[in-house]
């Protein structure tokens, strides 16, 4: 019968041409039904689906490949039926044969159809349900028939993902993004068109079961677990578990950091919380939550400790948090929470079980321990709303990671799925973080008596505290009112910092006991060791000062997966790994958690020193200046330059609306009197999607953050005509900043990266109190004041004949819809300049705005205190439209 079904597909082949398998090879028999899903790069890249029955593979063509989102609807378009030695087929079919291309075996295991149901009734009604136990696909799917329309000739499917344990809604395409290699073989689509590397490992013609015995069958969801004669062949068996009395506390298992999450299979990858990691204990109907120091913290989450009474005794690692608006972590809201008392919203995320039934379960590998915690969860005691299941992910580690940093999470920590539990640090447990982030200690502070300007910081090196540097952003007024209080407490009079770099007393400079502990985020070390571009996250309640040392993420090639493997027999002595400067990091093009594509790709032809600016470069430049960016541009909707065939390219868009496939890292935000939502850059990483996108020029709104409806700044921008020297618009900035100061206002400078410069003043305010009709006036009579004192210098008209040697005071950019380019921001000019903040001292003959470019302003941001006290510097502006008048 299997010879006659295949009539088809051997007449539409020439196997003098073509290596596929003719159907004629005996393959082996099999107690269990095998599939196979080959990634197939033909006249369009699908994904083939087969599974076998009635000695074929049944297939079908899947345009984007299977999902794991029940949402989604795969169109599957039924093709003939293929011989089961083709489940071992992998190469190149050659150009001009029937289906020529690249073929990969991309998956492969088993299949049974869902119980209760027989597959030949669901092929012949359309309706096939199949539940998967694969490499890669697990659980249920089903394959539904669509009604033939007039002239189609094959029957035309979707592949619908069951909603099951494996099932992830929203991150449908998390497999086939993310694993890109195959399943027999280990090569890429590259390799195998190449003819490179290792034939693939036989699945369908070898020992039965070889490829995919492992890990399969092994969910512990209902929904997918097979009849009994489905079960993992030699499977391991189980750690016998002793019984145990339930500790008071376990020191946790750590995590070591690794600078990208580690490949292949075999391990849970889940979501790292920013919170408070807590151990939950549960005896008797009595639950106590512990720090991972062993402090009692039961009375700080007492609504968690109460929703965990109804749990059986039991031993529950986790980690509490608060949640933003968008649900994801918040640590700097968690500290509110507790500092204010108002915890009721707080969650604790339960991932791990030691203890529980009265064993030590600690022995099993984490895949039991995990689905024991998900049963005693599931039931009516264990489902409150303070208490949550964390799900994990099994595959695509870098797919993963770059989800979560989409999502603005902190990163992911990966789990080998079959180790037992061990307190203390291990290989076992690897994290990987979207952005560098550390525990310092405080040491000191800068700022007059009352003020907080930065933090000077330090980790522990060979029992010294050593200094690594200031911590000067992240300080929003409600962090000052609650840090400040507490360093004044723990003041000294003497540095507690040793060895060389150790800052000097110096005026505005406090020394500090070194007990408080800050979390940070930062650009990595520099290469003395100090910190790079750090931010304030919140002080750390729950790890003691002398604990925090100097953490560096490990290159994932230096972590030895093969040691993690379990150890049924001996192995051979491993091979010395290369040094890492040998190894090339697959991460390089990775910037904040965004791959950049055609990293060499010149954006800028010429530096000014002979070398291109690159998209790499650029995306790079944003992230060391992005922290201090963010506070200029957070919250506010902004335009954007893309140049993607470079800034002197034909192509230049200016685009301000978030277009068809935008990254999710960026915001969108909808404004009165507009029908499409503009763009947003509310997080970091939402900078180097955009320098992804080949965008090279920022231009926010001047509102309030958060607030387009309000007036945050005003910008004159000082526009000279071309024949003026520049020590003319040096002097026009000195002359609006001291109109603005006589009127009450702060006045702060910045080149803007053209041949003028911008004078910024900041307003403080919030709806109601100022509106933008307002604001622009206001910035309009300051520019006729100062022309009608110096006609003959100044122009408030911008048409170019009124300009000819004068300076155009341009007060428009101080209207609703208006932008100015972002201190920082490139610009898409010659030599790659940026719009660079100033301080007054600077604003003087000899000024050059050339000397600010993308390859300079890093280190010069470094050495500068511009703009140190813009966010203090907000001032109504009714008085001084009062003064003015």
Same mark, same amino acid.
């Given at each position: 019968?299997?010879?006659?079904?295949?009539?088809?597909?051997?007449?539409?082949?020439?196997?003098?041409? *073509?290596?596929?398998?003719?159907?004629?090879?005996?393959?082996?028999?099999?107690?269990?039904?095998?599939?196979?899903?080959?990634?197939?790069? $033909?006249?369009? =890249?699908?994904?083939?689906?087969? +599974?076998?029955?009635?000695?074929?593979?049944?297939?079908?063509?899947?345009?984007?490949?299977?999902?794991?989102?029940?949402?989604?609807?795969?169109?599957?378009?039924?093709?003939?039926?293929?011989?089961?030695?083709?489940?071992?087929?992998?190469? @190149?079919?050659?150009?001009?044969?029937?289906?020529?291309?690249?073929?990969?075996?991309?998956?492969?295991?088993?299949?049974?159809?869902?119980?209760?149901?027989?597959?030949?009734?669901?092929?012949?009604?359309?309706?096939?349900?199949?539940?998967?136990?694969?490499?890669?696909?697990?659980?249920?799917?089903?394959?539904?028939?669509? #009604? !033939?329309?007039?002239?189609?000739?094959?029957?035309?499917?979707?592949?619908?993902?069951?909603?099951?344990?494996?099932?992830?809604?929203?991150?449908?395409?998390?497999?086939?993004?993310?694993?890109?290699?195959?399943?027999?073989?280990?090569?890429?689509?590259?390799?195998?068109?190449?003819?490179?590397?290792?034939?693939?490992?036989?699945?369908?013609?070898?020992?039965?079961?070889?490829?995919? /015995?492992?890990?399969?069958?092994?969910?512990?969801?209902?929904?997918?677990?097979?009849?009994?004669?489905?079960?993992?062949?030699?499977?391991?068996?189980?750690?016998?578990?002793?019984?145990?009395?339930?500790?008071?506390?376990?020191?946790?298992?750590?995590?070591?950091?690794?600078?990208?999450?580690?490949?292949?299979?075999?391990?849970?990858?889940?979501?790292?919380?920013?919170?408070?990691?807590?151990?939950?204990?549960?005896?008797?109907?009595?639950?106590?939550?512990?720090?991972?120091?062993?402090?009692?913290?039961?009375?700080?989450?007492?609504?968690?400790?109460?929703? /965990?009474?109804?749990?059986?005794?039991?031993?529950?690692?986790?980690?509490?948090?608060?949640? %933003?608006?968008?649900?994801?972590?918040?640590?700097?809201?968690?500290?509110?929470?507790?500092?204010?008392?108002?915890?009721?919203?707080?969650?604790?995320?339960?991932?791990?079980?030691?203890?529980?039934?009265?064993?030590? =379960?600690?022995?099993? /590998?984490?895949?039991?321990? #995990?689905?024991?915690?998900?049963?005693?969860?599931?039931?009516?005691?264990?489902?409150?709303?303070?208490?949550?299941?964390?799900?994990?992910?099994?595959?695509? &580690?870098? /797919?993963?990671?770059?989800?979560?940093?989409?999502?603005?999470?902190?990163?992911?920590?990966?789990?080998?799925?079959?180790?037992?539990?061990?307190?203390?640090?291990?290989?076992?447990?690897?994290?990987?973080?979207?952005?560098?982030?550390?525990?310092?200690?405080?040491?000191?502070? @800068?700022?007059?008596?009352?003020?907080?300007?930065?933090?000077?910081?330090?980790?522990?090196?060979? &029992?010294?505290?050593?200094?690594?540097?200031?911590?000067?952003?992240?300080?929003?007024?409600?962090?000052?009112?609650?840090?400040?209080?507490? =360093?004044?407490?723990?003041?000294?009079?003497?540095?507690?910092?040793?060895?060389?770099?150790?800052?000097?007393?110096?005026? %505005?400079?406090?020394?500090?006991?070194?007990?408080?502990?800050?979390?940070?985020?930062?650009?990595?070390?520099?290469?003395?060791?100090?910190?790079?571009?750090?931010?304030?996250?919140?002080?750390?309640?729950?790890?003691?000062?002398?604990?925090?040392?100097?953490? *560096?993420?490990?290159?994932?090639?230096?972590?030895?997966?093969?040691?993690?493997?379990?150890?049924?027999?001996?192995?051979?002595?491993?091979?010395?790994?290369?040094?890492?400067?040998?190894?090339?990091?697959?991460?390089?093009? %990775?910037?904040?958690?965004?791959?950049?594509?055609?990293?060499?790709?010149?954006?800028?032809?010429?530096?000014?020193?002979?070398?291109?600016?690159?998209?790499?470069?650029?995306?790079?430049?944003?992230? *060391?200046?992005?922290?201090?960016?963010?506070?200029?541009?957070?919250?506010?909707?902004?335009?954007?330059?893309?140049?993607?065939?470079?800034?002197?390219?034909?192509?230049?868009?200016?685009?301000?609306?978030?277009?068809?496939?935008?990254?999710?890292?960026?915001?969108?935000?909808?404004?009165?009197?507009?029908?499409?939502?503009?763009?947003?850059?509310? !997080?970091i990483e939402a900078l180097a999607a955009l320098a992804q996108s080949g965008a090279v020029e920022f231009h926010p709104w001047n509102c309030q953050p958060f607030q387009p409806e309000v007036p945050g700044r005003l910008v004159f921008d000082l526009d000279p005509d071309e024949a003026?020297?520049?020590?003319?618009?040096?002097?026009?900035?000195?002359?609006?900043?001291?109109?603005?100061?006589?009127?009450?206002?702060?006045?702060?400078?910045?080149? @803007?990266?053209?041949?003028?410069?911008?004078?910024?003043?900041?307003?403080?305010?919030?709806? &109601?109190?100022?509106?933008?009709?307002?604001?622009?006036?206001?910035?309009?009579?300051?520019?006729?004041?100062?022309?009608?004192?110096?006609?003959d210098r100044y122009v408030v008209n911008m048409a170019k004949a009124k300009r000819v040697g004068r300076i155009f005071l341009d007060y428009l950019r101080n209207d609703r819809l208006s932008t100015a380019v972002a201190p920082l921001s490139p610009r898409a000019r010659e030599h790659?300049?940026?719009?660079?903040?100033?301080?007054?001292?600077?604003?003087?003959?000899?000024?050059?705005?050339?000397?600010? @470019?993308?390859?300079?302003?890093?280190?010069?941001?470094?050495?500068?205190?511009?703009?140190?006290?813009?966010?203090? $510097?907000?001032?109504?502006?009714?008085?001084?439209?009062?003064? +003015?008048?």
């Amino acid at each position: 019968m299997a010879d006659k079904q295949l009539d088809r597909y051997r007449s539409m082949r020439d196997f003098a041409k *073509t290596e596929e398998p003719s159907g004629e090879a005996k393959v082996q028999p099999s107690k269990r039904r095998r599939f196979v899903i080959q990634k197939h790069d $033909a006249t369009r =890249l699908h994904f083939d689906f087969r +599974l076998e029955l009635d000695g074929v593979f049944k297939s079908w063509a899947v345009t984007k490949g299977p999902s794991l989102d029940p949402h989604d609807r795969r169109l599957a378009v039924e093709v003939e039926d293929h011989p089961l030695d083709y489940g071992d087929f992998e190469g @190149t079919i050659p150009a001009g044969q029937y289906g020529g291309g690249t073929v990969m075996l991309w998956d492969r295991g088993y299949w049974e159809p869902e119980p209760g149901t027989d597959p030949h009734e669901g092929l012949r009604k359309g309706d096939l349900k199949v539940i998967l136990a694969g490499d890669r696909l697990k659980g249920g799917y089903v394959l539904v028939r669509m #009604k !033939r329309r007039p002239r189609e000739k094959r029957d035309n499917w979707l592949l619908i993902k069951h909603h099951d344990g494996w099932a992830q809604e929203g991150h449908g395409d998390l497999l086939v993004e993310g694993e890109t290699t195959s399943v027999a073989s280990g090569r890429t689509m590259e390799a195998i068109a190449a003819g490179k590397g290792k034939g693939p490992k036989p699945f369908m013609t070898g020992r039965a079961g070889r490829a995919s /015995a492992k890990g399969v069958w092994q969910s512990d969801r209902a929904e997918t677990e097979p009849p009994p004669a489905a079960a993992p062949l030699r499977a391991p068996p189980p750690p016998k578990l002793k019984a145990a009395a339930l500790p008071g506390f376990v020191p946790p298992q750590l995590a070591r950091s690794v600078d990208r999450p580690p490949p292949g299979s075999g391990w849970a990858h889940e979501v790292k919380f920013d919170g408070y990691r807590l151990q939950l204990r549960v005896e008797d109907g009595k639950a106590t939550l512990k720090t991972r120091s062993g402090l009692d913290w039961t009375a700080k989450f007492k609504e968690i400790a109460r929703d /965990a009474a109804g749990l059986p005794d039991c031993l529950v690692d986790g980690e509490a948090c608060a949640l %933003n608006h968008q649900g994801a972590p918040d640590f700097p809201a968690l500290q509110a929470a507790l500092s204010d008392g108002k915890t009721d919203d707080l969650v604790f995320f339960a991932f791990d079980l030691l203890f529980a039934e009265g064993q030590d =379960l600690r022995p099993l /590998a984490l895949r039991e321990r #995990k689905a024991r915690l998900e049963a005693i969860l599931a039931t009516p005691a264990g489902g409150k709303g303070h208490i949550r299941y964390v799900e994990h992910f099994e595959t695509g &580690g870098d /797919a993963v990671l770059q989800s979560a940093c989409r999502m603005s999470l902190e990163g992911i920590v990966s789990k080998k799925l079959d180790a037992p539990y061990r307190s203390d640090r291990s290989d076992t447990w690897l994290k990987s973080k979207c952005r560098a982030g550390h525990e310092v200690v405080i040491g000191g502070w @800068t700022g007059e008596p009352g003020q907080l300007r930065s933090l000077l910081v330090g980790v522990h090196r060979d &029992g010294r505290l050593v200094y690594v540097g200031r911590v000067g952003t992240g300080f929003g007024r409600d962090k000052v009112a609650r840090v400040l209080p507490r =360093l004044e407490t723990v003041a000294s009079d003497k540095s507690p910092f040793s060895g060389p770099g150790a800052p000097r007393k110096e005026p %505005n400079v406090n020394w500090a006991k070194p007990e408080l502990v800050a979390e940070i985020e930062f650009a990595g070390w520099t290469g003395d060791g100090n910190v790079r571009q750090a931010a304030f996250k919140a002080l750390r309640e729950d790890k003691p000062p002398d604990q925090v040392e100097a953490e *560096t993420p490990a290159p994932i090639g230096e972590v030895d997966l093969a040691d993690l493997e379990p150890r049924a027999a001996a192995k051979p002595k491993a091979t010395p790994r290369p040094h890492a400067s040998a190894k090339v990091k697959a991460a390089d093009h %990775n910037v904040m958690g965004v791959l950049i594509s055609n990293p060499d790709k010149a954006l800028w032809p010429d530096d000014g020193q002979g070398r291109p600016v690159t998209k790499l470069d650029l995306a790079r430049y944003l992230e *060391t200046v992005g922290p201090w960016m963010m506070q200029h541009i957070k919250g506010r909707p902004c335009s954007v330059i893309r140049t993607p065939d470079g800034v002197f390219g034909e192509q230049r868009f200016f685009q301000r609306h978030a277009g068809k496939g935008s990254s999710a890292l960026i915001s969108e935000v909808q404004v009165f009197g507009d029908h499409k939502p503009y763009l947003q850059v509310d !997080r970091i990483e939402a900078l180097a999607a955009l320098a992804q996108s080949g965008a090279v020029e920022f231009h926010p709104w001047n509102c309030q953050p958060f607030q387009p409806e309000v007036p945050g700044r005003l910008v004159f921008d000082l526009d000279p005509d071309e024949a003026i020297p520049f020590t003319r618009v040096i002097e026009a900035a000195l002359e609006v900043k001291e109109r603005l100061e006589a009127l009450g206002l702060a006045a702060f400078c910045k080149t @803007t990266g053209g041949k003028g410069l911008h004078v910024v003043t900041p307003l403080k305010g919030g709806k &109601g109190e100022m509106d933008w009709p307002t604001a622009k006036t206001f910035a309009q009579d300051v520019c006729l004041a100062i022309a009608a004192d110096a006609p003959d210098r100044y122009v408030v008209n911008m048409a170019k004949a009124k300009r000819v040697g004068r300076i155009f005071l341009d007060y428009l950019r101080n209207d609703r819809l208006s932008t100015a380019v972002a201190p920082l921001s490139p610009r898409a000019r010659e030599h790659a300049p940026v719009s660079f903040p100033l301080t007054w001292n600077l604003v003087k003959p000899g000024l050059d705005p050339k000397k600010y @470019t993308l390859r300079t302003a890093p280190a010069l941001l470094k050495k500068t205190k511009a703009w140190a006290d813009y966010c203090d $510097a907000e001032r109504p502006l009714a008085d001084a439209i009062r003064k +003015l008048k």
